[in-house]
Structure formats: structure tokens, C-alpha cells
């Protein structure tokens, strides 16, 4: 009874919207820390001209709501569309490489172009430097199980094998789920898989990555099998959890880990990191504020500090 206590209690948690954004706490991230609105936020202070080109570009509608600003621009919510302003040329090019173009985890623009230099200069300073105009479909905030997904791989695609989570297969998932199956219905058949108990090997700070790549060497998988697996099975726990003691352990870990809600969506952000790859943006920045929801997935919404290939064209917005 305890247990399953504290598996609602965790599921509750992960599937809570990120609510720091919420659009009536009049709290915005501006420069990654939380601040109290005023109501010249929600004022765009560029020139009235200007503004009415980018709204007609931009098929923008109603009265503009101030989202969140950082080093490189600010955004703003009009109805379902986001009005963004960046000085990242990286970030426009991105945008240009993906407009028109539709992914489940990866947010679907509308349209990137760039200001001209008389404009820049007669808007206010906040938004003289801000050479580029970005918009984009609004999308819902994350839930905690989304933006841990994204810290959990944000932290895969610095490392030695980064390369594979950007020609992640859509596959993948299921090839799991069936990889950790076979681990666990091999592991009760035979618990001599899991080699030394408890009682013999007790320590608490035991790396499990040598047993599993002897139990994934015993059971004949390919290199490529190990490393999803592994990916997958310690995504959740770690490697230094006691999940492998027993047969009983290994199978109640298993549950755990399919049935998580970061499981898919780690799957998702890997398969928007590759879609973004195929259309020429290399993108690594996987935090919080770049991630939404989108149809109950979770989305990449910003492509700044990218490696953009080729010299996407960013026309400038017409008056």
C-alpha cells in the first residue's frame, strides 16, 4: 500500500504543468529568473508602422500578451500565435530552415524574417538590437515529466554518444519496451544472469553498467541493442540503483521505468532533435523554457545557439 502511495504521489507530480508561467500569476521568466509583470510589458515599443507590417506577415491578431524575455530578445502571446524579436541570427535561420514544415516534437513556425535598420533605430533600446522577427503556434506549457525529460537528455547529447540522438528511429521506443522484456522474462528464467547477490557484492554504490553489459553480452544483443537499452533502463534510475539484486527487483523496475511518463517523452525531444538534424539544425540546448507541450507531447519550441547549415534566406518584413 505504501508503495503504490508513493507511485501516485510521483506520477501526480510528474504530470503537473509547469505553472510558473501561468498567464494570471503576472510572474514572466526574464533573464532565466522569475519577475512581477508591469503593464508596459505587454507594450511592443517599436514604431506603429512597423508594427502593423509585422502584424499583416505575421497574420498576428488581437492585443499582445508579454511571455518571457532573456539576453537575446522577448516574446509575446497574440491569441494562438507567438510573436517572437531576437538579435540570434541562428535562431532566425533555424526558424526560416523549419517554416511550413510540421513535426510532433518540434514547434511549428510560421514565418522568420529580419527588420530593417531605419526600423531598429527608431524603436526603443530595448529593441534596437533585436534584428530578427520570429512567429510561431502558441504551444502549452510542459509538465515536470516533459522538462525532466529534456534535462535527462540534455545531458546524453553532451556526451560520447550524442551522435545517436540525432538519428533516433521512431522505432526506438518499442524496440526498447521489447529489449527490457526480454532482460527481465531471460533474468527470471535464469536469475544466475544477474551473477554475484546481495549478500555476496553489497555494496550500495555498485555501478551497474558492467553487469549490464555482461547480461546484454550473455543474451547476444548488438552494440546497438546494449546502448538503447542501457539508455533507456537507467534513464529513470541511474546507475547506481539497486534494481538488479533479483529477478523480483528487476521486474518491478521494469514496470516502473515503461510505465513513466519521461520515458516517452525522452523518446520524443530524441526524435525532434532528429528531425531538426535532417533539416539542417543541430541543436543542444535542451532546457525548460525550450520545451512545450504540443498535442501531449513533449515539443521543442526555440532553436537558438544552433549550428545552422547552408544561409537560410530572412527576408526583410515589408511595411
Known sequence: MKLLLENWREYTILNERINSLDPDSGRRFINGLLAEMSENDNVISIPDKEMAGIRKWGGLKGEPSFLGAGSRGSAYKFED???????DRDEAEGAALLTGKMHPNVYDVYGSGQ???ENMKNSTLTKQYT???????FLNYPTNAMTDAAFKLYYHVRGKNKEMFYRWETSNSMKARELISEFVRSIKEDPMLLGATPDQNPSASENTLPKIKRIADDLGW???QHKLFEIMWTLIGGAYAHYLDSSEAVEEYANKITSD??????????????FLKENGITFDDLKASNIMEKNGQAAIIDVGYSIIEGNPELPEIEQ
Not at 131 to 137: G, M
Open 261 to 274: 511518463p519521461r520515458f516517452e517523452h525522452f523518446h520524443q525531444l530524441a526524435l525532434g532533435l532528429t
Open 222 to 224: 548488438s552494440n546497438e
Open 115 to 117: 527588420r530593417s535598420r
Open 131 to 137: 534584428s530578427y522577427v520570429v512567429v510561431y503556434k
Open 81 to 87: 500565435k507567438v510573436l517572437k524579436f531576437t538579435n
